[in-house]
């Protein structure tokens, strides 16, 4: 059985990885305005989810990132 902690492995090329190791330009800029609008308490409840999802995303940008990094150094 599959637990939950397993790792899992997977062969994906390093240009892909390239390009989803950061959000947008558009993406970044909505997720900061967002965040602004988070701090005054502004935000409804589609806002904060998409909010969500967009750090969820730009976090693991960070993850990927830090593994090309790795990968990289001698």
């Known amino acids: ?5 397993d790792p899992i492995t997977f062969s994906v090329p390093r ?3 390239l390009d989803i190791s950061q959000l947008s330009n558009e993406l970044n800029k909505r997720m900061h305005e967002l965040l602004e609008r ?3 308490g502004a935000l409804t409840a589609n806002e904060t989810a998409e909010l969500q999802r967009l750090v969820q995303m730009a976090e693991f940008g960070q ?6 990094q ?5």
């Open 63 to 68: 993850i990927v990132a830090a593994a090309l």
């Open 38 to 40: 988070n701090t005054d």
């Open 1 to 5: 059985m599959i637990q939950s902690a």
């Open 70 to 74: 790795s990968t990289s150094t001698p």
């Open 15 to 17: 240009a892909v990885l």
